[in-house]
């Protein structure tokens, strides 16, 4: 088995309907320094580690009560195990990037009906979608504020 050209191999005990792969061998003349195989397959890049250190940072955020007495008086956001219970409280709050990005992905529509005269005189209603934020809240300190405005803007710019 000295020829472990784009070749898998699984761990033993591992049925045949699993997918987990241990390591993915890429050809020796690529992949091998000083007599170690490199595992290409986990390898990241720069900007994905820079891309990490930025969503990681932390922001200070107030979330704004709720507008009625039917909205939640708190919020749940949980971003890969990292779970976070905010309050509804008008007071400022330090989070992860990652979970000010849920926050703001989180949209309802609603329909609202505007009163219009058709051509024919009679009255009639016209429908439109309103996007809003589920929890609205409004940034306070951000460590990165060029970048990160603009991050959150285009987040903020998407329908859904």
Known sequence: MSDKINTYERKRGISSDSVDIVNAVTPAS?????G???DTDRVISTDQLDQ????RDEMEIILMEPGNENDAQFCEVNVNGDYRLLMRNGEPQRLRRYHVAVLAQSKQSRVRQKKIMNSDGSMGFQEENVLSLTYPFSVLNDPNPKVGAAWLRQ???NPV
């Open 30 to 34: 690529e992949a091998t320094k000083g």
């Open 36 to 38: 170690h195989e490199i």
């Open 52 to 55: 990490e250190v930025f969503m």
């Open 155 to 157: 987040i903020l710019a």
